[in-house]
RNA sequence: GCGCCUGUAGCUCAGUUGGAUAGAGCAUCGGAUUUCUAAUCCGGCGGUCGCGUGUUCGAAUCACGCCAGGCGCGCCA
C-alpha cells in the first residue's frame, strides 16, 4: 500500500500536471502536508493561484485518506490527515524502493601504518549509515574500503624496518612503531635515497620487500578491524590500492591510444573541460600515482559488480580530483555508471584552525572512544548505581559510543567540523542518548506489562500481525502517530541527498513526541481498548527507534 | 590570481532545494513528580539570517558585487 505523502502527491499532481511539491506543513496548525506546486504553476500560466488551487482540490479524491484540503495563503493547499487513516497506514511495513539498484559505495579508506585519528571518523560513520539505509531500502549495496596500501611511504618504512626497528616496541603498538620509523626515516635528508631504492625493489617484487610490506598491511589490518569492531562497522570487500597495480599499465596506454590522454611536460595526462590543471595518470619518471589507481578501480567495479552507482564519501578537498576522475570516466568508460562524490567539511580545531595530520596534535581515534565510554560509565552509575558493573559497563559503550556517532552524523556534512571533547561526548540534548533513553522508558514499560498483556511480538519488532485497532484520541497520540508514519519519507530524503542529519532529525523530533505521550497517556493504568492501543502505540515507537538508530550505527539497550 | 565550501540567537548547529510568524540543543531564569526510568516535560529570555544591489506574489535559500574564514589549484594521497 502506498504511503500517505504518496497517495497525495500523486493525486495534485494528476489534477495539476505539474510536481505537487508536497512537504509537511511549516507550522502543524495548517495540517499535517501542504502541497506548494500549484504556485509555482500559476506564476507561469499567469492565473490566480488561489483559483487554481480551488480548482485542484475541486478534482481530488482523497476520501478515507485526509479532510477535504483547504487553500491557504498564497496558494498553498493544507492536507489534514484523517486518524482512521493513520491508524491503518501503521499496520503497513516500511516500504522498499519501487526501483532497487546495485550500490558500490567507497568509505573510510584509511592509511597503512598509521594510526586511525578523528579525521577518519566522518567518512566512516557517515558512509556506514549510508549504506546500511540504502541496504535497508531494498538497494544492492556493496561496501568497498579503499585503504592506502600502496604508495611512497613504503620506500622509508622498508628502509625504517630494516634498519632501526626495535621489536618490542613493534610487539606492544605496532602502529605506534611503524609511525616512529616512518618520521625517523623521513626527518633524515641523508637517508631520502636508500628509501628511494627500498621502493624500486619493492615496485620490482623483491621478496625481501614484499615480505616486509605484506607483515606492514597486516599489522595495520589488525588496527582496522578492532576500531571497526568497536564502531560496528564492516566491509563487504577490502580492496587496497594496491590491488590494481597489475592494471594501471593498461588502463595509462588505453587512455593514450582512445586519445583521452596526451603528454604533456613528460607526464601522461588527462584534461578535463573547464580545468586548466590535469589528472595525472603517469608521471614523467614512469611511476603512477593515485589518479590512475581511482581510474583503474572504477573499471574493475563496473566489470565485477555492474553498479548504477558508485558513491565516494571523502573530505571536500578531494573534490577537484574527482572531478577529473569523474569526467575521465565518462569519455572512458562505454556505459559509465552514476558517479557521486559525497563530501563533508575538515575537521578543525577549537581555534578554528584545521586540525593537522602532520602535527602529531591528532585526536586518536582509539582514545576518542575510550573516553567517550569512561564517560558514560560515570554518568550511567551515578544514575544507577545498584545495575551489576557488566551491564553499566556495557551500557556505556553503547551510549558512549553512540554519542560519538550522533555528534558526526546530526550535523550536515557540507560544514567544518569543529573537534571538541565535549560536544562529541556530549550525554544531554540532542544526542543518541536521548534516543536511546526514550528506547528505554518503552522497554520498561513493557517488561512492567509482563504477562498482564501478551505482547504477540517482541516489543522492537514492528509485527505483521493485526494490531488491536488504534484510538487515537488525545492529541499527543495523534502526533505520536503521525510522526511514526514519517519514517519512510524520512529514509527516502535521506539517502537521496546523502544526508544522515535529515534521519538524526526525525528521530529527535519521534523522541520528543514519546517523550510528550508518555508524560501525558499513561499506558498500562488506561482501561482497555485505549490500552492496547497505547501499547501499540509504543511497540512502533520502540521499532522505528530502534531501526532508525541501527540505521545510524547506534545500538539501543534494555535499561540505563 | 582562479575555483570550491562556509558565514543564521551569547556558544554549537537545523532549516527537504523559492513558501506561511526563521527553529533546536547548550547556557541562563522560572515551573512540573502520591502514576509506566526526571538521562524527562512545560514556559521565559535571546535574531539587521556577514553587508549591499537585484530577480518576484514571496528570498536565510536564486543572480551580481563586496567583507570575513577555510580548502584546493601537474607529477603526495
Given at each position: 500500500?502506498?504511503?500517505?505523502?504518496?497517495?497525495?502527491?500523486?493525486?495534485?499532481?494528476?489534477?495539476?500536471?505539474?510536481?505537487a511539491?508536497?512537504?509537511?506543513?511549516?507550522?502543524?496548525?495548517?495540517?499535517d502536508?501542504?502541497?506548494?506546486?500549484?504556485?509555482?504553476?500559476?506564476?507561469?500560466?499567469?492565473?490566480?493561484?488561489?483559483?487554481?488551487?480551488?480548482?485542484?482540490?475541486?478534482?481530488?479524491?482523497?476520501n478515507?485518506?485526509?479532510?477535504?484540503p483547504?487553500?491557504?495563503?498564497?496558494?498553498?493547499?493544507?492536507?489534514?490527515?484523517?486518524p482512521?487513516f493513520?491508524?491503518?497506514q501503521?499496520?503497513e511495513?516500511?516500504?522498499?524502493?519501487?526501483?532497487?539498484?546495485?550500490?558500490?559505495l567507497?568509505?573510510?579508506?584509511?592509511?597503512?601504518?598509521k594510526l586511525?585519528?578523528?579525521?577518519?571518523?566522518?567518512?566512516?560513520?557517515?558512509?556506514d549509515?549510508?549504506?546500511r539505509v540504502?541496504?535497508f531500502?531494498?538497494?544492492?549495496v556493496?561496501?568497498?574500503?579503499?585503504?592506502?596500501?600502496?604508495?611512497?611511504?613504503?620506500?622509508m618504512?622498508?628502509?625504517g624496518?630494516?634498519?632501526f626497528?626495535?621489536?618490542?616496541?613493534?610487539?606492544?603498538?605496532?602502529?605506534a612503531?611503524?609511525?616512529?620509523?616512518?618520521?625517523?626515516?623521513?626527518?633524515?635528508?641523508?637517508?631520502?635515497?636508500?628509501?628511494?631504492?627500498?621502493l624500486?625493489k619493492?615496485?620490482?617484487?623483491d621478496?625481501e620487500?614484499?615480505?616486509?610490506?605484506?607483515?606492514?598491511?597486516?599489522?595495520s589490518?589488525?588496527?582496522?578491524?578492532?576500531?571497526?569492531?568497536?564502531?560496528?562497522?564492516?566491509?563487504?570487500?577490502t580492496?587496497?590500492?594496491s590491488?590494481y597495480?597489475?592494471?594501471?599499465a593498461?588502463?595509462?596506454r588505453?587512455?593514450?591510444q582512445?586519445?583521452?590522454?596526451?603528454?604533456?611536460?613528460?607526464a601522461?595526462?588527462?584534461?578535463?573541460?573547464?580545468e586548466?590543471?590535469?589528472?595525472?595518470?603517469?608521471?614523467?619518471?614512469?611511476?603512477?600515482?593515485?589518479?590512475?589507481?581511482?581510474?583503474?578501480?572504477?573499471?574493475?567495479?563496473?566489470?565485477?559488480?555492474h553498479?548504477?552507482l558508485?558513491?565516494?564519501?571523502?573530505?571536500?578537498?578531494?573534490?577537484?580530483?574527482?572531478?577529473?576522475?569523474?569526467?575521465?570516466?565518462?569519455?572512458w568508460?562505454?556505459?559509465?555508471?552514476?558517479?557521486?562524490?559525497?563530501?563533508?567539511?575538515?575537521?578543525?580545531?577549537?581555534d578554528?584552525?584545521?586540525?593537522?595530520?602532520?602535527?602529531?596534535?591528532n585526536?586518536?581515534?582509539?582514545?576518542?572512544?575510550?573516553?567517550?565510554?569512561?564517560?558514560?560509565?560515570?554518568?550511567?552509575?551515578?544514575?544507577?548505581p545498584?545495575?551489576?558493573e557488566?551491564t553499566?559497563?556495557?551500557?556505556?559503550?553503547?551510549v558512549?559510543?553512540?554519542?560519538?556517532k550522533?555528534?558526526?552524523?546530526?550535523?550536515n556534512?557540507t560544514?567544518?567540523?569543529?573537534f571538541?571533547?565535549?560536544?562529541?561526548?556530549?550525554?544531554d540534548?540532542?544526542?543518541?542518548?536521548?534516543l536511546?533513553?526514550a528506547?528505554v522508558?518503552?522497554?520498561?514499560?513493557?517488561?512492567?506489562?509482563?504477562?498482564e498483556?501478551?505482547?504477540?511480538?517482541?516489543?522492537?519488532?514492528?509485527?505483521?500481525?493485526?494490531?488491536?485497532?488504534?484510538?487515537?484520541?488525545?492529541?499527543?497520540?495523534?502526533?505520536?502517530?503521525?510522526q511514526?508514519?514519517?519514517?519512510?519519507?524520512?529514509?527516502?530524503?535521506?539517502?537521496?541527498?546523502?544526508?544522515?542529519?535529515?534521519?538524526?532529525?526525525?528521530?529527535?523530533?519521534l523522541a520528543?513526541?514519546?517523550?510528550?505521550?508518555?508524560?501525558?497517556?499513561?499506558v498500562?493504568q488506561s482501561a482497555?481498548?485505549?490500552?492496547?492501543?497505547?501499547?501499540?502505540?509504543c511497540?512502533?515507537t520502540?521499532?522505528?527507534?530502534?531501526?532508525?538508530?541501527?540505521?545510524?550505527?547506534?545500538?539501543v539497550?534494555?535499561?540505563?
Open positions: 500500500m502506498p504511503s500517505a505523502t504518496d497517495i497525495i502527491s500523486a493525486a495534485v499532481e494528476r489534477a495539476l500536471g505539474a510536481p511539491m508536497l512537504r509537511p506543513c511549516a507550522d502543524p496548525k495548517f495540517g502536508y501542504q502541497a506548494n506546486g500549484v504556485m509555482a504553476v500559476a506564476k507561469q500560466r499567469k492565473e490566480n493561484p488561489r483559483a487554481l488551487a480551488e480548482k485542484v482540490i475541486a478534482q481530488l479524491d482523497l478515507g485518506v485526509c479532510e477535504k483547504t487553500v491557504a495563503g498564497a496558494g498553498f493547499i493544507n492536507f489534514k490527515l484523517l482512521e493513520i491508524a491503518q501503521l499496520s511495513p516500511v516500504a522498499k524502493t519501487a526501483k532497487p539498484q546495485t550500490i558500490v567507497d568509505y573510510s579508506g584509511p592509511n597503512v601504518a586511525m585519528h578523528v579525521g577518519h571518523i566522518r567518512s566512516t560513520i557517515i558512509g549509515s549510508l549504506a540504502a541496504r531500502l531494498g538497494h544492492r556493496i561496501t568497498d574500503n579503499h585503504i592506502g596500501d600502496w604508495g611512497t611511504q613504503f620506500g618504512l622498508i628502509l624496518w630494516k634498519q626497528r626495535n621489536d618490542t616496541a613493534l610487539a606492544a603498538d605496532p602502529i612503531e611503524l609511525e616512529r620509523l616512518y618520521k625517523h626515516v623521513n626527518a633524515q635528508e641523508n637517508l631520502r635515497e636508500a628509501a628511494k631504492q627500498e624500486v619493492l615496485q620490482q617484487g621478496a620487500n614484499l615480505t616486509i610490506w605484506k607483515r606492514i598491511i597486516e599489522l589490518e589488525q588496527q582496522f578491524d578492532a576500531t571497526y569492531a568497536r564502531l560496528g562497522v564492516r566491509f563487504d570487500h580492496l587496497g590500492e590491488f597495480n597489475p592494471f594501471l593498461d588502463v595509462v588505453e587512455l593514450q582512445r586519445g583521452i590522454a596526451r603528454e604533456s611536460d613528460g601522461i595526462c588527462v584534461f578535463v573541460e573547464g586548466e590543471t590535469p589528472l595525472i595518470i603517469q608521471k614523467s619518471d614512469g611511476g603512477f600515482g593515485y589518479g590512475t589507481t581511482d581510474l583503474a578501480t572504477v573499471k574493475y567495479r563496473v566489470e565485477t559488480w553498479p548504477d558508485i558513491v565516494y564519501v571523502t573530505d571536500a578537498r578531494q573534490q577537484l580530483h574527482f572531478k577529473q576522475v569523474f569526467a575521465t570516466v565518462r569519455q568508460l562505454p556505459n559509465p555508471p552514476a558517479l557521486e562524490h559525497i563530501t563533508f567539511g575538515s575537521i578543525l580545531g577549537e578554528r584552525k584545521p586540525l593537522k595530520t602532520r602535527s602529531g596534535e585526536v586518536k581515534l582509539a582514545e576518542l572512544l575510550n573516553e567517550a565510554e569512561e564517560r558514560a560509565l560515570t554518568v550511567v552509575t551515578q544514575k544507577n545498584e545495575l551489576p557488566a553499566r559497563k556495557q551500557i556505556a559503550r553503547a558512549g559510543i553512540g554519542a560519538v550522533y555528534a558526526d552524523l546530526s550535523q556534512r560544514t567544518d567540523y569543529i571538541s571533547w565535549d560536544k562529541m561526548l556530549a550525554l540534548g540532542n544526542t543518541a542518548p536521548y536511546q533513553y528506547y522508558r518503552i522497554q520498561s514499560i513493557f517488561r512492567k506489562a509482563g504477562t498483556w501478551e505482547a504477540p511480538q517482541r516489543p522492537d519488532s514492528r509485527g505483521t500481525e493485526a494490531a488491536p485497532t488504534l484510538e487515537l484520541t488525545h492529541p499527543s497520540e495523534l502526533e505520536l502517530a503521525k511514526i508514519l514519517r519514517f519512510s519519507e524520512t529514509l527516502n530524503a535521506t539517502l537521496a541527498d546523502y544526508k544522515p542529519n535529515w534521519l538524526t532529525g526525525y528521530l529527535y523530533d520528543g513526541k514519546f517523550s510528550v505521550f508518555y508524560d501525558n497517556c499513561p498500562l482497555e481498548p485505549v490500552k492496547s492501543s497505547r501499547l501499540t502505540l511497540r512502533l520502540a521499532y522505528v527507534m530502534k531501526q532508525g538508530l541501527n540505521l545510524l550505527g547506534i545500538d539497550i534494555e535499561q540505563m
